[in-house]
């Protein structure tokens, strides 16, 4: 499946680290692409370009100015929009439903979502409706997506690998 | 089953969304206590206190300058340590051993983690072992501890509740 996030209003620098995460969740849980819209950051687009240089596989980053050009242009190759908020309907009962789609871009807001995301979007889901972390949503969502597969394939042909080790830090 | 959190070594400013993230994370997907060494974080505090007011339960935030002295207390009472770290055994893979405990320090560590933990810990964990995010590894490891029942539980009695919605935003 096809699945390219879109991260909504990065702000410096207090977005930064929150923003690194989103992206590394993405890559590592199985997203091709992450868009980002708010403030240009090039601290950021190099700290995901530099580790899927070390650690390999094809993830991109690229910025827009315009998270409304991004949708549209997304609607129109018939990519489904999924919005992950806290006052969507629960990711649970969303899910069979996602998983039939082809082509996803997965919406990640930050703390005020303008309106016309809830409206653009196919569907607005929830991970669980208490407060927590766009970060663990994001994970969640596509741990669902997935089924759980995304814990196995994890090995992306980088320069750098890790062996699972019971005590300790080993690598291949 | 009764699950603490040990975040390690947060540092001022730089940890403080990631480490509000984590406790957030822990309260939404049923942890009780979160208990963290480093810097103490006297906002990291109170932005906790101030969501558990407001969006109820009865999650606590403690600090401690000593990990060690916190896995030590907690190996005396029986707790099962379990270390979440890149390096690790997959999550999926040391699971059901995990579920079979019935309290659990989950430790949570920074950048460097000191050797020690590696060896104090009963179980070293990973959520793939590619680089993302300590909360949406968490997010994860609680999600299969829980069996994904965490994300039905979502009424914790507060002041504020969501009703969740296909399009905006509703509330109870």
Redesign the interface.
Known sequence: MEIHILRLSHRLP?DE??ST??A??A???GAQKIIYSGQHDSGLEDSVSR?CER?GGNFEIEYSSSYKQIISKYKKQAYSIVHLT???????DAISKIQSEKKILLIIGSEAVP?DV??LSD??I????????E??A???TL?RIFE?K???D?D?GGKI??K???????FV
């Open positions: 207090r680290r929150i995460h989103v590394l969740v890559r590592a849980f580790i650690w806290m006052y969507g309907i629960p990711v649970q309106g809830y409206r569907y607005n929830s991970v669980t409706n208490q407060p927590h972390s970060v663990a994001l994970a969640i741990d759980g995304e814990l196995e994890t992306f690998r890790i699972p080790s019971a005590k300790g830090k080993e």
